[in-house]
Each structure stands twice: as C-alpha cells, then as structure tokens.
C-alpha cells in the first residue's frame, strides 16, 4: 500500500444506535459495530432488510448520531454531514426544480466554487455517467436509471473521497442495474488522480456485492457477523462469479442470509 | 376531434354561457320593474348600466387634471366618470398590492420559522395560532378603531387577512417537503439558510400555488371590508356611499367592474405560478 494512503479512512469503534419505538420499548438498530476501513477500498454491506445497515451508513453520512461509539472518518470524527463524504440514496434525492446540470454543481456551489469550474465539473461526470445529451432537461423527463446516473454524478462531481450508496440500484430493472454497476466501478476506477475513493455500498443482493466488493461485511440484527475480503481479480465478468472461491463466498453470504436452507426443498417435497 | 378543436368548442360554451347571462339580466330588468326609490330600478337594465349609472360615476371624481368636479358645480361627463372609476379602482389597487405584498411576505417569513428552529418554532407557533383563529370579519371594528379610517389601517387590515392564510399554507406545505431532498442537500454540505432558500422554498410552491390564490380571493374581499368603513375613496367607498341613497344601479356597476378585477388578478397570479413551476409535472401546473 502506498505511504499516502490513509490505512484508516473509515474508522468505527463500538458504534450502536438505539431507537425507542412508539410502544415505549427500545430498540437496538445498531449493536457494538466496529471496523477500519482503508482508503480506496470497496465494501459492500450486506444483510437482510431491517439489519441495520441503512441506519450505520446514516451515522456515516452524519445524518444520524450514534448513541454510542465513535465514528471517524479521514482521521475527523463525525458530528454531522460534510462535503467529504457523498451519498447516493436509496429513493430519488435529485431536486425535481433544478435542471440536471444544476443539480450535478449543487455540492460545489453550495461551497462558492466559481460558476465556470463548477459547471465544467458538473460537465465532465455527466458524461462520465454517460449523459452529456440531458444537461438542461428537467428531471422529471428522465427515467429512473437516468436519475441515479445524475445522483452519481452529483456525488462524484461534489469531490468528497468517502461515497455510500444506499441500496442505489435496487428498483431498478436488472439491464439498467447491470449498466450502472459499471457506470460506477469505471467512476470509481478511472476517475481522478491518485489513489480511488472509498466507497460504501449497501445492497441485499448478493450478486451484485460480489462483483463490485473488495470485501464484504454482513450484517444481522445490528450486529456485524462476518467480514469476507473479495480478492478475485478485477475487471470481474459473468464467469468471475462461477470461481470456486467467488462461489464458497456466496454460500457463505447465503448462510448469513438464512436462505441455505432452501437447498434440497424440492428434493424433499412429495 | 383535435384536443385543439375541442378547446375552441369548449371556449364556445364559456361565451354561450356568458351571454346567456348578460341576456337574462336583461329579461330580468324588463319583466321585474320594481324600484328601490322613485327612478331606482332594483334590476338595472344595460342600457340604463352604460348610460345614466356609468355618468354618475362622475359625482364620485374629487376633480383635478383640468377636469372639474360635480361638487364644484361642473355637469355630469364621460371623462370625469371614467376618471372617477380609475381613480377609486387605483386606491383600491394600491391597498390590495400592499397588503398583499407585506401579508404574503409575513406569512411565509413566520410560516417558514416554525421549521427553522425549536427556538424559532416556539417564538412563532402560539402568537399564530391565536391570531389565526380571530375571525377576520370581527376584527373589522376593532382595526377601525385602532387605525381610524387612514390608509395604513386598510393596508394592515389586508395584510392579517392574506397573512394569515400564507401562514398555514406555509407551515403545512414545509412539514410535507420530502426529507431525502433535505438530506441529500445536507449531505452535498448546503447550510441551513442554503436548505431553505434552494430545496425548502422551491418545494413548497406547488402546494403555496392553493394558498396565495385563496388569499387573493381573501385580499379582495379583506380590502372592500376595510373600505366600507369610512375610507373615503375606493370601490368600498363608492358602493357603501351608493347604498345609502339607494343608488342600486351604481352598486352593481361597481361591483362588475370588481369581477373584471377579481378574474385579471386570479389569471395573471395564475399564468405567474404557472411559469414558475416549469419544472413540475403538468398536474401540478394547472
């Protein structure tokens, strides 16, 4: 690894978050998470819906408090949103009101970056995710994969070297969910100088973590229960998850999830 | 047929149905002949509206710009009328502008407060909540009373009328802007003053669209009642004036040319909202 890449970009020590619940019971989202995450690394979150994960990648975003732990990240600990890390969200968070291009240079012009660097800015990641022809439509004439290629580019253009993506591509069709994992690993491959952004991307399917992981944390009732690196080379293909390594992984990931089970059920039936 | 055909078709209707009106309000004045006083038909006949009511207008023109009053012994003219009913109209105008500016602008500043802080929401909340539930109408004397007769009391008045609709128009539209537009700006680092002026604001226009119609419908009503009570000049003015000699003719004049008013401003505050929602789906716009 190289001397100028931090080692502890992300950095959680005993994080746990509780909600009380309107029946006055409290419950615990999060329970004693903690991990270091390198810079420029990939990590995929996966775990069934009501895991947890959601709630952890919030703390991260600084949108949520912690109720316990701390939460670091480039060496700062977290104590509310900032510029330096981006998310992509799970529901469509581009402003209907603003024409795409605008939306892409919000982050930078929220921080008084000059309109004609800002606007190159913006133009650069929209063709990067493919859509330099859209730059002065409204958002509500573009499509649903086309509003996550914009909400990427607003991520990537806004510059912070921390992303999470929240469960991006899950409404999404299984071609266009496809081309934006691509989208995305290209961004996150070619773009910029030096070292990659790290990136956090919480999914429920296990398929698209391993194909984009450099590890995988899986998640279960608040609790982290397993920490899988993904070493199989990149640029990943179809076949890449038909390796036996990738493919013990995935049954591992299928155990955590509680769906091994399922094997041998028709078998079994009369 | 063409949607374009059809809204031609359609406009037929709407001008079938506006002359069928103007017909029957003059069946009306021929078939009912009773008079409110001797030479004052309780139903006015246009060709009575046009000529006679329309020129006396001009005992309303306080005189000026070379052309003299009734009052200074002048005869009746078409000019002075037309002047006199300009004249009215503007003061009218002017206090409606007014009220409706520093209403609109009140509201929505403390509309807006509620959400901007916990301290801000307490300062605001409960002040509002009482004053919203003074009924307009009643405040009437009161405002006269404080305010005597004198322009800034009708403007004031106007303004609580118009302010307290932007108010809660304001206050529902923010609680129902969608949080992942907040979060997503806060996440791109946009200040709180940012939020409000790039995500709050823009957000709420299709719902405050409902509010600021309804409180220029409020406004029109809220300026006639402040001036039927001892202003001076206005429409307010010239139709309470009317009433007391039974002029009923004049009142309606009047009261038309308020429904030219009324539907210029609805469809120019309209067209504006319009334009300003560009963006949004078309359901939104109309």
């Given at each position: 690894m190289p001397a100028n890449v931090n080692s502890r970009m992300i950095e959680l020590a005993h994080v746990g978050r509780s909600f009380r619940r309107a029946d006055g019971a409290t419950v615990n989202a999060i329970d004693d998470v903690s991990f270091v995450i390198p810079e420029g690394q990939f990590v995929c979150f996966v775990g069934a819906?009501?895991?947890g994960k959601s709630t952890l990648l919030q703390m991260l975003a600084g949108l949520l408090e912690p109720s316990q732990g701390d939460v670091v990240v480039g060496d700062k600990a977290v104590t509310g949103p900032g510029p330096d890390r981006g998310v992509v969200f799970q529901k469509d968070s581009v402003f209907p009101w603003m024409r795409v291009i605008d939306n892409v240079e919000y982050g930078l012009k929220c921080r008084g970056a000059p309109a004609a660097e800002r606007r190159e800015i913006a133009r650069t990641y929209l063709r990067h995710v493919g859509l330099p022809h859209v730059e002065r439509a409204w958002p509500r004439e573009l499509s649903g994969g086309m509003l996550k290629r914009v909400a990427i580019a607003t991520v990537f253009a806004n510059g912070g070297r921390v992303l999470m993506l929240d469960e991006p591509f899950g409404a999404l069709d299984y071609v266009t969910r496809r081309q934006l994992q691509d989208v995305l690993l290209n961004l996150w491959n070619a773009d910029g100088v030096g070292t990659r952004r790290t990136v956090i991307f919480v999914t429920h399917d296990v398929d698209e973590a391993l194909s984009l992981a450099d590890r995988v944390m899986v998640f279960r009732a608040g609790v982290k229960v397993d920490d899988i690196p993904v070493?199989?080379?990149?640029?990943?293909?179809?076949d890449s998850l038909l390796l036996p390594e990738m493919v013990e992984i995935k049954r591992t990931l299928l155990r955590h999830l509680g769906l091994d089970h399922r094997v041998g059920v028709d078998e079994a039936a009369p | 047929m063409t949607s374009n055909a059809r809204i031609v078709g359609d406009r037929w209707v709407s001008l079938g149905v506006f002359a069928a009106i103007v017909a029957i309000w003059q069946i009306l004045s021929i078939v009912y002949t009773a008079e409110a006083a001797p030479g004052e038909p309780m139903v006015a006949g246009w060709q009575v509206l046009f000529t006679k009511t329309f020129l006396s207008m001009s005992d309303y023109w306080p005189g000026g710009l070379g052309v003299p009053s009734v009052a200074e012994g002048a005869p009746r003219s078409y000019l002075a009328a037309a002047l006199s009913l300009a004249d009215h109209s503007l003061q009218t105008i002017v206090r409606l502008a007014l009220g409706l500016l520093a209403g609109g602008t009140i509201g929505l500043t403390l509309g807006l407060a509620v959400s901007w802080s916990r301290w801000t929401r307490r300062l605001v909340d409960l002040p509002t909540q009482f004053l919203r539930t003074l009924p307009l109408l009643a405040m009437v004397p009161l405002f006269q009373l404080w305010f005597g007769t004198n322009f800034i009391g009708e403007v004031l008045f106007v303004a609580y009328g118009v302010g307290v609709i932007v108010f809660a128009g304001a206050v529902n539209a923010v609680s129902n802007v969608p949080q992942i537009y907040i979060d997503n700006a806060r996440a791109l680092g946009a200040t709180r003053f940012a939020i409000y002026k790039t995500v709050i604001l823009p957000a709420i226009l299709p719902e405050m669209r409902s509010s600021v119609l309804l409180s220029l419908g409020a406004g029109w009503g809220a300026v006639l009642g402040a001036e039927y009570l001892g202003a001076q000049s206005g429409l307010g003015f010239v139709i309470v004036y009317a009433q007391q000699f039974a002029y009923l003719d004049r009142m309606f004049l009047v009261a038309l040319l308020f429904v030219v008013y009324t539907s210029i401003s609805y469809s120019a505050v309209s067209r504006l909202t319009a334009r300003m929602l560009?963006?949004?789906?078309p359901s939104q716009r109309n």
């Open positions: 819906s009501g895991c070493a199989v080379a990149r640029p990943r293909t179809t | 560009e963006w949004a789906p």
